[in-house]
């Protein structure tokens, strides 16, 4: 072979070099596609379950916006169910369902109800998280409760009572120096209402309020009474507390709803200085706080207890969680904060 042909022949086997290596590179970079794209699939199977307590209630659409937030940025699927109205039974039968869908956790509300207890052990089981929120299930195997310490909060609902009642302790010493020999210089009857008596955080918040004003001789607790979660009942239900007799001059209200039905009550009620005392911010909460028809109100965190249970899910399987109690934060907001400090007229 002349050295022409040599030529030719180094000409061919460098184009053929070339186009082995561009095939490789292309195929180097659909393997790469191909295995971004599976991890994303196996990513995508990492569902997470959600059951409210009711559709459309304002206060579980907040946990859900703070569970879609945290799940979205995880690139986590999230399903929301709930009953059309509050039923319990209805909620262990939508637990029931979701764990058949063998999904990679579940966020459910507590009941403190063996029914309940017994479903959780089934998915720990079959190696599904779930984890309680708003309510804690005491004594099953969820994973970690998140939510407020529902019995902390009717504590401090109870001593924000006192403190604006002007109610004086009975441990406060008297004139002997002797623990619970002081008198009450203020009195007041309290009634409750609570959006159903079957709710453990309810039951809870009820429990923290009778042992806060149990310390108080002047304040007691006359009623309690459920609202259904309406504003609608509640109002009915705190016209009726306040026309019942007694010295009802403090109505509670231990669920989201309640607070503004019970506004509504109270400044019926012209003859009577009636405070009202609420749980939740709620558009309709904070109008009642500007216009001084509700005293103060206690604040929870629904969306931070979303985006933390969705949080603490996504990490199981990777990392052992410990089971725990993460609790989110609560505070008081008073009418006068509400209006800029200024005090009601």
Not at 191 to 209: D, P, T
């Amino acid at each position: 072979m002349n050295s022409r042909g040599w030529l030719w022949a180094i000409a061919a086997l460098l184009l053929l070099f070339a186009g082995l290596m561009g095939a490789f590179l292309k195929t180097g970079r659909n393997i790469g596609a191909l295995l971004t794209a599976e991890e994303s699939a196996v990513q995508a199977k990492k569902r997470i379950v959600l059951i409210g307590q009711e559709q459309g209630n304002p206060y579980w659409e907040s946990i859900l916006q703070g569970a879609e937030k945290e799940a979205v940025s995880r690139g986590i699927q999230l399903r929301y169910m709930a009953p059309a109205r509050i039923n319990p039974e209805e909620q262990i039968r939508l637990l029931d369902y979701a764990i058949s869908t063998a999904p990679h956790a579940i966020l459910v509300q507590g009941f403190n109800r063996p029914k309940q207890a017994r479903l959780i052990e089934k998915a720990a089981e079959q190696g599904i998280a779930v984890l309680a929120v708003d309510a804690d299930e005491p004594g099953s195997r969820r994973l970690a409760y998140v939510g407020t310490d529902n019995l902390a909060a009717g504590r401090a609902l109870g001593e924000q009572i006192a403190k604006a009642i002007g109610a004086t302790s009975g441990e406060s010493a008297g004139p002997a120096g002797q623990a619970g020999s002081a008198e009450p210089d203020a009195t007041a009857e309290v009634g409750v209402l609570v959006a159903n008596a079957f709710s453990y955080s309810q039951q809870l918040r009820l429990e923290g309020l009778k042992q806060s004003l149990a310390r108080y001789p002047g304040l007691r607790i006359t009623e309690v009474r459920e609202s259904g979660n309406s504003v609608l009942k509640a109002a009915q239900q705190g016209r009726e507390l306040l026309r019942s007799g007694g010295n009802v001059r403090v109505l509670a209200g231990l669920s989201a709803l309640d607070g503004p039905g019970l506004a509504i009550a109270a400044e019926e009620e012209t003859g009577k200085q009636v405070q009202v005392y609420a749980f939740d911010l709620l558009k309709e909460t904070e109008l009642a706080l500007e216009q001084c028809r509700i005293t103060a109100t206690m604040v929870q965190e629904p969306e931070m207890m979303g985006r933390e249970a969705v949080r603490l899910a996504a990490q199981y399987g990777q990392a052992k969680v410990p089971r725990q109690l993460a609790f989110t934060p609560i505070r008081v907001r008073t009418s006068a904060e509400a209006r800029g400090r200024r005090s009601c007229p």
